[in-house]
């Protein structure tokens, strides 16, 4: 099992369910954007916050931005030693840096004082661009070169007295990005930050991720999660929850089961199940809910559901688990919805 951290309020790894990260899209010093931004984070269940930090105004603008919000900060910093420790002293709760390029040994030792005297953890780790030459030319991009240069990071910060580390592998390769993160937990029980860098756009990324980071959770590898989209960061926030749902990793939540559909439907059954997922989307309590096609078949396939409706052309069914009502099918949706609102409650 890994070793537990403190990130501000949330503990990762030690067993701990894995945490879902974002990181914000905005210029960090621009407070009203930044805590607008993470506030829809934390709405969509986001746990730990990122953002970058580029000069001495976004550092700054870090105890502006905490007043604000309500889950732990992690400041993105590279090439500064001074604005690291800027970082930290102006509220940061837990660091990334490259210890490769944070300046030398001097300036190190600068970010682990202060990092320890916080007691802020640092993520540290390596991806496909910043494999450290020596083993990219010896192993290439391998997922040996990508644990190798990770671990020679967290060895800097450990000869500077640092022990709150967290490390991630990342690559745009799936496979690769599963194989060296295997590798990696065999190697150290730090937690590890798991992601596939630079996965795309909303679909693939999305698949990628799923992919890449559910893989490694379902063998127990894994303490907190970022999928990164080039989109709106609020739907990273969602795909990660899918994720830990899928992997059964997340119970509290609501469950909409829906069938494909199929000649047999003859309602709005598609447009239905997306009505439902959009209600339920924040609901932290455990049922499962059933949108389905037809009433020849949908009941039956659903019954273990909690609540839920299959549709005809003259009437709906509500059912749970036997059926509880037949509804004209224009009040149906209407008759549904009161339903789904009182077992919510
Ligand atoms: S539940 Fe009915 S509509 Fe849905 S796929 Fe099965 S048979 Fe088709």
Redesign the pocket.
Known sequence: MSKKIKIGSVCIGGGERPAVQSMTTVKTSDVEKSVAQILRLEEAGCQIVRVAVLDEEDARAISAVKQSIHIPLVADIHFSARLAVAAVESGADKLRVNPGNIGGERELSLVADCVKAHGVPVRVGANTGSIEPRFLKQYGRSAKALVLSALENVRILERHGVRDIVISVKASNVPLTVRAYEMLAGETDYPLHLGVTEAGTEHMGIIKSSIGIGSLLLKGIGDTIRVSLTSDPVKEVYAARGILRACGLDEDYAEVVS????G??QYD?MGLAERVNERVKNVKKKLKIAV???V???PG?AREADLGI?GGKEYCVIFRGEETERVPADRAEEVFFSRLEELIK
């Open positions: 069938c494909p559909t199929c047999r439907c059954c389905m096609g037809c020849v078949n949908g396939e299959a």
